[in-house]
């Protein structure tokens, strides 16, 4: 069921736009049902959305929890408390690594060893901001409270 305008959609519906946006760009998947059952960068947005919501929500010693479990689990590390968009990808999503300020647009994709990181432990935004649109490549970083425009493509090992 479609949102209200103006109203946030569901976690169940942004885990639903990620798994239909994953296969609209994964030509080896041969259906949602496949993404959601074998890709491990769908598992890992889906786990972030999850943990993201429990922050939100006031439980954070929970999602923080659940954070670690899935660094384990998946090899990436995506805090909670990161800010990401609607139909979201991470193809192959090994090492990859998005930091709590970090904060990224609609329509999203990031290849495996992609990092937003930050660059001190001053306080304030420390993460990187991806416009709508954006790809990030295989093994990138992005560091630091800069912003990275809408539609742009952050080439590989850049």
């Known amino acids: 069921m479609p949102a209200e305008k103006g109203a ?15 296969f609209a760009r994964d030509p080896s998947a041969d259906s949602v049902a ?8 769908f598992k890992i947005v889906r786990a972030y959305r999850r ?3 429990l922050y ?11 954070a670690m479990r899935s660094r384990i689990r998946y090899g990436a590390d995506i805090h909670p408390a990161a800010r990401i968009g ?6 192959h999503g090994v090492g990859v690594v998005i930091g709590g300020t970090a904060v990224i647009g609609d329509d999203c994709l ?6 937003l990181g930050m660059t001190g432990k001053h306080g304030g935004k420390r993460h990187p ?19 990275v425009g809408d539609g742009a493509y952050v080439g590989a090992g850049s």
């Open 56 to 66: 939100e929500h006031g439980h954070r010693a929970l999602a923080l929890w659940l």
């Open 51 to 53: 943990q993201h919501w």
């Open 129 to 147: 901001t991806l416009g709508n649109g954006v790809l990030v490549g295989a093994g990138s970083i992005i560091l630091g409270a800069i912003t």
């Open 86 to 91: 609607r139909r979201f990808t991470v193809d």
């Open 34 to 41: 496949d993404v959601r059952r074998f890709s491990v960068g």
């Open 110 to 115: 990031m290849y495996q060893g992609a990092t």
């Open 8 to 22: 946030e959609p569901s976690v169940r519906q942004l885990i639903r736009e990620d798994a239909e946006a994953a």
